[in-house]
């Protein structure tokens, strides 16, 4: 069959550049291979354009690969599109993406592309002039003014004037100002008081560097905020449900890091208002798309007040597409899919462009059916890392290759309950919305397992997850399951004896002290500092940090032990290049080219680790291929050795006359061993992959079919289930 190739374009010139390729990689994660050819296309912040290598999709952020792009990717130019795609995706953000630019540039290329057209797109961009439009057609928009480059840059002689519009229409302190082409939360701030409004608007105005542009300044609404997703089926529109955003304790706006980082900000779908209201927020969204020319998909962002208003203040073209977005959230409530939902969006422009009806017709006459594999996906469970185990566990989910498997979502719930769970709680954005969201009737025992499942793969962290509870279940029900048996899981869970038995092998280890909650304040007398303190027991970054002197000692072990802790490791600092390895596979491993972890305060927080934009790896790590065959060969040797199988990360440092003339030989000091590696869209373990021509769908695959053949107790190479897996 002749695919449609769909070239899904990323990045961009604008400051939400990361957010955008977050979604692009959500895109191409999640398109029908099966009817797509699926072309990744990335442009720099100045603007050139590549054909992305898909080992590069799969990082946490830009700068990890950007420096890479002119020797790895294949750069082309706007005349080439036409002859590499025949759609495009806009997943881009922002300026460039949003205001009718590219838009404007595919109609004089006269390629097909998703979205709302030049009009619609560069009047949705801007926020002066579709309030005018907004309000002249009857909608209510949050009462304001615009302050301009020239009144923000000499605002002592504005100042007066600007205060008296802001008194004439009622608004007063606090202020909501934010820049008017920008998306995102950038440069969105509350300014509590008068005197603090000039600062606050240079600060926005020039929010995109060497750019400076005009500022909103707002009323604070008070009533419920809400988001609600739009899309268009048999040329009309439809609104989603509405999600109501609850911000953070403390927090005074909803902010990027809310958004986009997991277990942050809390969202509510269907947003906890009357039906009535509900309708009421449908409707009037529909009617804004209407108004400012939007087409096939929007997200209108506004205000629920208490006397029933509905108080629109963002309007979006283009909505973002992380595994756990509004849009995805809102499509779930009727069952919807992350791949049904893009699929449909493409579908629908195709379908306005006259070329649908060819894939139809081709896919009738080969259509085949596959027997599946039931995979249950455990997600959640009650651990520190709880909201990166619901991370991992979803991007499990929506990677399963549909041809091969049926995914089957099941909550571990904090009392270590099972649930089966279905699209809607699945793309919540915490396990605390999950868990608000169970019903009786979707328990099931432990014992059920084996009757709705083929293979388990856990998607935990820590806790029972890891050490080895929930493998000796699952041998015990009979059931197949990806990773470390049970006692390689339990011993791999607790860093300190993990440490000692590879010292004992010959492997080099931090030097480390444990102590207990009973007597830490008796054995902290004579130590050297600086060090690290951090749990035996728990991972990402959890409770980790670094001790400079022994005052910070006693307040920190003090707050540690407030939790549910019974020991504290206090870890000698060491020197190095910091690096994580993934390995792969059971009687004969083989590492993945290690990452360099780049720390910005020394150690690597669970931000840096997880929140778009954020966080810096290296991959492979900037090292010369003898001293990267020697790590990964210690790689391989440990993971022998402590019985690992199936996949494991090991974070370590390197340490080599490549470095520092000090060192003059190669050495590799072990930190941990993670027998459950996070497995979020663009954790490390991808990246490596990715390196050597293993895509995340196929690298998943490879997971199951070692833990099949674990249970099996048949080991082939490696190289043959990848062989046999990406062919």
Not at 36 to 53: K, M, N, R, V
């Amino acid at each position: 069959m002749q695919k449609i190739r769909v070239g899904v374009l990323m990045g961009g010139k604008s400051i939400e550049n990361e957010v955008s390729f977050n979604s692009g990689r959500t895109v191409c994660d999640h398109l029908d291979a099966s009817r797509y050819d699926i072309i990744p296309i990335f442009q720099t912040q100045s603007g050139e354009l590549f054909i992305l290598p898909w080992h590069f999709l799969h990082r946490g952020k830009i700068t990890d690969f950007k420096h890479r792009l002119d020797g790895e990717a294949k750069q082309i130019y706007w005349d080439d599109l036409k002859n590499v795609a025949d759609f495009v995706f806009l997943a881009m953000h922002g300026k460039f993406a949003e205001d009718g630019t590219v838009q404007g540039f595919l109609e004089v290329l006269q390629i097909p592309y998703l979205g709302s057209k030049v009009f619609g797109s560069a009047l949705g961009m801007d926020k002066i002039m579709q309030k005018e439009i907004l309000q002249a057609h009857g909608i209510m928009v949050a009462k304001g003014i615009a302050a301009y480059p020239e009144e923000i840059n000499n605002f002592k002689k504005h100042k007066k004037n600007i205060f008296q519009l802001l008194k004439n229409i009622g608004v007063t302190a606090p202020y909501i100002i934010k820049p008017h082409k920008e998306g995102s939360s950038m440069g969105v701030e509350i300014v509590e008081k008068k005197e603090d409004l000039h600062e606050a608007l240079k600060r926005s105005s020039h929010v995109t560097p060497d750019m400076q542009q005009a500022v909103l300044v707002e009323e604070k609404i008070n009533g419920m905020e809400f988001s609600c997703c739009l899309i268009t089926k048999n040329t009309k529109w439809q609104a989603l449900t509405p999600t109501e955003i609850v911000k953070e304790k403390g927090a005074t706006i909803y902010d990027y890091q809310q958004k986009y980082m997991p277990g942050l900000g809390h969202e509510y779908t269907p947003a906890r208002c009357s039906q009535k209201d509900l309708k009421n927020i449908q409707k009037t969204c529909v009617k804004v798309a209407e108004v400012l020319g939007f087409s096939n998909t929007a997200r209108i962002d506004g205000f629920l007040t208490k006397k029933g208003e509905i108080i629109i203040v963002d309007p979006n073209t283009l909505t973002g597409m992380s595994p756990s977005s509004f849009f995805f959230r809102e499509a779930a409530e009727t069952n919807i899919s992350h791949t049904q939902l893009i699929n449909h969006l493409i579908e629908t422009e195709l379908s306005n462009y006259g070329m649908l009806q060819k894939i139809i017709t081709q896919e009738k006459k080969q259509a085949k059916k596959m027997k599946t594999k039931k995979i249950v996906v455990l997600l959640g469970g009650r651990t520190n890392e709880k909201e990166i185990s619901l991370e991992s566990g979803r991007n499990i989910v929506y990677k399963l290759s549909p041809q091969k498997y049926e995914a089957i979502p099941v909550f571990v719930s904090s009392n270590m309950e099972l649930y089966k769970i279905n699209n809607r709680q699945l793309v919540r954005n915490s396990t605390k919305e999950i868990e608000e969201l169970l019903e009786e009737k979707d328990k099931l025992r432990w014992h059920d397992l084996p009757n709705i499942a083929d293979f388990v793969f856990i998607a935990l962290h820590g806790g029972e997850g890891e050490n080895g509870s929930i493998q000796g279940t699952l041998e015990m029900l009979g059931l197949p399951y990806n990773g470390s048996s049970v006692l390689a899981s339990a011993l791999c869970a607790d860093k300190y004896k993990t440490n000692q038995f590879l010292a004992s092998k010959g492997f080099t280890v931090p030097k480390s002290i444990l102590l207990s909650k009973k007597d830490y304040k008796k054995k902290t007398k004579n130590l050297r500092f600086p060090f690290i303190l951090k749990p035996h027991d728990d991972g990402c970054s959890m409770m980790v940090e670094k001790i400079n002197n022994e005052k910070e000692l006693t307040k920190k072990l003090d707050l540690f032990f407030k939790s549910e802790k019974k020991y504290a490791m206090l870890e000698e600092i060491v020197q190095g290049m910091e690096l994580t390895v993934g390995v792969i596979g059971n009687e004969t491993p083989k590492a993945l080219p290690p990452s360099q972890t780049v720390a910005m305060e020394g150690i690597l927080s669970t931000e840096e680790k997880f929140l778009p934009g954020t966080g810096e790896n290296q991959t492979p790590a900037p090292l010369p291929k003898s001293a990267l065959a020697f790590v990964q060969e210690k790689m391989e040797q440990a993971y022998k050795i402590l019985g690992c199988s199936g996949y494991v990360r090991i974070d370590c440092f390197y340490q080599g006359p490549d470095l520092d003339s000090k060192w003059k030989n190669h050495n590799v000091i072990f930190l941990e061993i993670n027998t459950l590696p996070g497995m979020t869209p663009a954790t490390c373990i991808f990246h490596q992959a990715a390196e050597i021509g293993i895509k995340p769908m196929d690298f998943i695959d490879m997971i199951i079919t070692l833990g099949l053949e674990k249970n099996n107790r048949m080991y082939p190479s490696i190289e043959k289930i990848k062989e046999s897996i990406v062919s």
